[in-house]
């Protein structure tokens, strides 16, 4: 991930990462990371075991790439986020693609990108366990993790509608936690993998 060969050590000093050029934002997974270029393609590098660099891996032993490679089939991207085994990018033109271990029905190897089925998106937000997005009709979708729900954890297998968050009017993600803003102050924040309980004491948590 630090750019260099020594995969799984730690680096106590700045590590120059040779190739990574006009980065305007990054986002870090469980083991690779991925940067916005300005061009508006995506440069990822690190482990790709499950293809979250937007290349499929190789078999039997799977490639670090130490330097960035460039997401086949992604380009005018405004934004981007790394999961713990997937990656995905916001396009000018309101698309979400990912790639790697992406979570749809009938697909359980890693792919190389492909565009989501969401309405249009106006932000991309999310951290390694989960990924939610915001479309222009105030609607918050979110898949990866889980949510609560009664009698249990619900896991997002595909992009799914939070029902309980129509009218959103932003929605952000921390290290384990994502929030989405309603009308007037309100707020909602959940735990990325459904546990139960608040996220802190002054904030609700997501139930159905």
């Not at 190739?19 to 590098?45: E, Q």
Request: include cysteine; proline fraction near 5%; hydrophobic fraction near 40%.
């Amino acid at each position: 991930m630090l750019g260099h060969e020594r995969f799984g050590t730690h680096q106590a000093d700045w590590v120059l990462v040779a190739g990574a050029t006009n980065i305007a934002s990054l986002s870090l997974g469980l083991a690779h990371i991925c940067g916005l270029v300005r061009d508006g393609t995506i440069d990822c590098w690190g482990l790709n075991d499950d293809g979250q660099l937007g290349r499929l891996p190789t078999q039997p032993m799977p490639e670090v790439h130490t330097a960035p490679v460039s997401v086949i089939g992604v380009t005018d991207s405004v934004a981007v986020n790394a999961m713990a085994e997937s990656t995905c990018a916001l396009t000018t033109d309101c698309s979400v693609y990912c790639w790697g271990r992406v979570d749809l029905p009938h697909v359980t190897e890693p792919q190389t990108a492909r565009r989501m089925p969401v309405p249009r998106v106006v932000k991309l937000a999310g951290n390694p366990a989960q990924t939610c997005v915001l479309t222009t009709e105030r609607e918050v979708y979110c898949w990866g993790g889980a949510v609560r729900e009664a009698g249990g954890r619900s896991l997002l297998t595909i992009p799914t509608a939070m029902e309980h968050l129509r009218g959103a009017s932003d929605v952000s993600a921390g290290e384990m936690h994502i929030c989405a803003a309603l009308q007037g102050t309100d707020k909602v924040c959940w735990w990325s993998n459904g546990d139960d309980g608040p996220v802190s004491s002054d904030i609700d948590w997501l139930e159905k």
